[in-house]
């Protein structure tokens, strides 16, 4: 079992930035392949960004790529996800989530996840 708890998120002014936490239990988090989605009001929770075990592959949705850097520290059993250059229409609940050790993943699809986060509301104005 993995619990995870998001933290970070807030109020920001376009153009400005933020860092998003992700704390996981339990001793497989090095195992873990993890993600960040997002959900808008009224729309579908959608892929933001993914990490593999290593860390050494990283996935983001194309609304996001360039501005948003996912990153890990097995050490601390943390996900972080650096965004920058906010937009208005990243305004969203950002949720961590964490596959576990099944072979195969597909990054961007949300039913390839196994544990989510609470999630942490993020709002960026114009």
């Known amino acids: 079992q993995v619990q995870l708890v998001e933290s970070g998120g807030g109020l920001v002014q376009a153009g400005g930035s933020l860092r998003l936490s992700c704390a996981a239990s339990?001793?497989?988090?090095?195992?873990?392949?993890m993600g960040w989605f997002r959900q808008a009001p009224g729309k579908e929770r959608e892929f933001a960004a993914a990490?593999?075990?290593?860390?050494?592959?990283?996935y983001y949705a194309a609304s996001v790529k360039g501005r948003f850097t996912i990153s890990r520290d097995d050490a601390k059993n943390t996900v972080y996800l650096q965004m920058n250059s906010l937009k208005p229409e990243d305004t969203a609940v950002y949720y961590c989530?964490?596959?576990?050790?099944?072979?195969?993943?597909?990054?961007?699809?949300?039913?390839?996840?196994?544990?989510w986060g609470q999630g942490t509301q993020v709002t960026v104005s114009s």
């Open positions: 339990g001793r497989t988090f090095s195992s873990n392949r």
């Open positions: 990490i593999n075990r290593s860390g050494g592959s990283t």
């Open positions: 989530a964490a596959r576990g050790t099944r072979v195969g993943w597909v990054p961007q699809s949300i039913d390839e996840y196994d544990y």
